[in-house]
């Protein structure tokens, strides 16, 4: 596909998904928040759910974590338009809660649909939802956060590159610091392609950190 079929084809997939019914969030959403950025993106980011904020504009990102998101991309030369950025839930649950197995499962192909129409080398996964949802591993961001790792997603192999969440890190300094320096990774792990088997496709056990009790919170 190239770039003008690609963003087409996007762009009628937003519109199928506005209307989609799959699961009870559609009941009180303001609208679908689908994703933005570029649909020729080589580094996706995917988040949890859409917030308040992100219901109301229709755009993922747009509150306090989204300013923190921006800062970390301006750090590594980037702005939103250079990646695209999505959630795993595309409708805001409410009161912000957790989202819930089953809205998961009923959203999980769209999220799949645009890994596979954008094709990117490198899927950020912010915290814990993404992360296990798209390593199809139960380990927590603690534990993973800045381990790159080859995941075949449908038919595409990318690169998954854990990071806590922003809005976890806001709050916190010293994980806000372990974010910036997964970060400054990013550059690196887009030069290098999939297919050098740099990437372990298992974490070495030896590399796992331990399991703290806070990863049982959603976002860390
Ligand atoms: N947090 C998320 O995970 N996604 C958003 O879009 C906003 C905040």
């Known amino acids: 596909m190239d770039t003008v079929e690609r963003a087409a084809a996007l762009r009628q997939y937003a519109e199928e998904t506005s209307m989609c019914t799959r699961c009870a969030l559609a009941n009180g959403r303001t609208q679908v928040v689908f994703g933005s950025g570029s649909p020729d993106a080589e580094l996706m980011f995917v988040g949890e759910a859409p917030g308040f904020h992100e219901d109301q504009q229709g755009v993922p990102f747009v509150g306090q974590a989204g300013k923190l998101l921006d800062e970390l991309l301006g750090g590594i030369g980037l702005t939103r338009a250079d990646v695209f950025v999505a959630n795993v839930l595309k409708c805001r649950p409410p009161g912000n809660r957790d989202p819930q197995p089953e809205e998961i499962a009923s959203c999980e192909p769209h999220l799949f649909r645009q890994i596979e129409l954008i094709q990117p080398q490198l899927v950020a996964t912010l915290g814990n939802f993404a ?14 956060h800045g381990y790159e790792q080859e995941v075949t997603l449908g038919a595409r192999t990318v690169l998954l590159y854990p990071l ?11 994980m806000l610091k ?6 400054a990774r990013i550059p690196a792990l887009l030069d290098r392609s999939v297919e050098e088997p740099a990437a372990a496709d298992e974490i070495p056990a030896a590399v796992l ?7 049982q919170l959603g976002l860390f």
Do not use: M, Q
């Open 131 to 144: 992360t296990k949802l798209l390593s199809g591993k139960p380990a927590g961001i603690t534990r993973v």
């Open 164 to 174: 806590y969440h922003p809005a976890a890190a806001l709050y916190t300094p010293s």
């Open 178 to 183: 372990v974010l910036e320096e997964d970060f």
């Open 209 to 215: 950190r331990p399991e703290p009790e806070s990863v």
